[in-house]
């Protein structure tokens, strides 16, 4: 005779299972590229209900550099990690096929919003841009009349930069705009020499402003230049990037290119009252 025992069937857990959470790797690009990548992937995560996960030490900074971690102020669901993880999802920075319908599907003013949320800087980056406001005498509110972003020539554009006398004539109309013949602005250059052009065009009675580099070797932010300095040098160039767009964010009006992350980055985060960009008129992803 055979004897059968009754065995309680295996309780449920009442939590549901968990998705599993996307993955977030930087690689060489700008910096304004990684910028925009984390805040497409974490409005995406969210909008899915799943944690973000971001390896950020791969950058032409260093192999140890949290360069995100470091650069905005935590958030909630989103976890930095120093390697690979297990069972993920993985997104990539130029993933236009996952990103591109879900970003043109919400409003541009919410795209705004969630982009002052979520790239809000980290306060210990901030006390860092403030002896480069000092050092190149900055006024202490670094509030300007009008921000100019001159975007570099290369060979391989499929847009052509305006020339300098283009932004000088757009800033001109943003001094007429205003009745304000003695504005002050506030200049970021991919090389330094396009300063010195767009101050030698420009009308005497402009207080302009920018941001002059701790070391010759750096003119402006080129990765494949900068991978080439040293650890001091390079950290020393990245701050004085992020004071820069941190100037910018506070302008009054702006004058940039939206066919650059750059811009892209300023169009989002800015609290700008009017943006002109002199390439592509309208905000895209990418």
Same mark, same amino acid.
Request: charged share 20%; aromatic share 12%; net charge positive.
């Given at each position: 005779?055979? !004897?059968?025992?009754?065995?309680?069937?295996?309780?449920?857990? =009442?939590?549901?299972?968990?998705?599993?959470?996307?993955?977030?790797?930087?690689?060489?690009?700008?910096? +304004?590229?990684?910028?925009?990548?984390?805040?497409?992937?974490?409005?995406?995560?969210?909008?899915?209900?799943? =944690?973000?996960?971001?390896? =950020?030490?791969?950058?032409?900074?260093?192999?140890?550099?949290?360069?995100?971690? %470091?650069?905005?102020?935590?958030?909630?669901?989103?976890?930095?990690?120093? %390697?690979?993880?297990?069972?993920?999802?993985?997104?990539?920075?130029?993933?236009?096929? *996952?990103?591109?319908?879900?970003?043109?599907?919400?409003?541009?003013?919410? $795209? *705004?919003?969630?982009?002052?949320?979520?790239?809000?800087?980290?306060?210990?980056?901030?006390?860092? #841009?403030?002896?480069?406001?000092?050092?190149?005498?900055?006024?202490?509110?670094?509030?300007?009349?009008?921000?100019?972003?001159? @975007?570099?020539?290369?060979? /391989? =554009?499929?847009?052509?930069?305006?020339?300098?006398?283009?932004?000088?004539?757009?800033?001109?109309?943003?001094?007429? @705009?205003?009745?304000?013949?003695?504005? !002050?602005?506030?200049?970021?250059?991919?090389?330094?020499?396009?300063?010195?052009?767009?101050? &030698? $065009?420009?009308?005497?009675?402009?207080?302009? /402003?920018?941001?002059?580099?701790?070391?010759?070797?750096? &003119?402006?932010? @080129?990765?494949?230049?900068?991978? @080439?300095?040293?650890?001091?040098?390079?950290?020393?160039?990245?701050?004085?990037?992020?004071?820069? $767009?941190? +100037? #910018?964010?506070? +302008?009054?009006?702006?004058?940039?290119?939206?066919?650059?992350?750059?811009?892209?980055?300023?169009? $989002?985060?800015?609290?700008?009252?009017?943006?002109?960009?002199?390439?592509?008129?309208?905000?895209?992803?990418?």
């Amino acid at each position: 005779m055979t !004897s059968w025992l009754k065995v309680s069937p295996a309780k449920r857990s =009442d939590e549901p299972v968990k998705a599993r959470p996307y993955f977030l790797s930087l690689d060489q690009d700008e910096f +304004c590229t990684h910028f925009n990548t984390l805040f497409y992937s974490y409005i995406y995560a969210q909008s899915n209900k799943r =944690d973000l996960v971001v390896y =950020d030490k791969s950058t032409v900074m260093s192999s140890s550099y949290a360069l995100l971690q %470091e650069t905005f102020a935590p958030l909630p669901e989103l976890t930095y990690v120093s %390697e690979m993880q297990p069972s993920v999802t993985i997104l990539h920075a130029k993933d236009t096929g *996952r990103f591109a319908p879900f970003l043109s599907s919400m409003p541009i003013q919410d $795209l *705004r919003t969630k982009a002052r949320y979520t790239l809000t800087w980290n306060p210990t980056m901030l006390a860092k #841009m403030l002896p480069v406001i000092e050092d190149n005498a900055l006024p202490p509110d670094t509030t300007f009349d009008v921000g100019v972003h001159i @975007r570099a020539s290369v060979k /391989f =554009d499929r847009i052509r930069a305006p020339a300098i006398n283009v932004y000088v004539d757009a800033v001109a109309g943003v001094a007429t @705009r205003l009745g304000k013949p003695n504005i !002050s602005v506030f200049v970021m250059v991919d090389e330094m020499a396009q300063f010195e052009e767009f101050v &030698r $065009l420009a009308p005497k009675t402009w207080a302009i /402003f920018t941001i002059q580099p701790r070391n010759s070797l750096v &003119r402006g932010i @080129r990765i494949g230049t900068l991978a @080439r300095q040293n650890g001091n040098t390079k950290m020393a160039a990245y701050v004085e990037y992020l004071t820069g $767009l941190y +100037c #910018m964010q506070k +302008c009054e009006n702006l004058v940039c290119n939206l066919s650059n992350d750059m811009d892209r980055f300023l169009y $989002l985060t800015a609290s700008a009252q009017s943006f002109r960009s002199l390439d592509v008129p309208t905000w895209a992803p990418f």
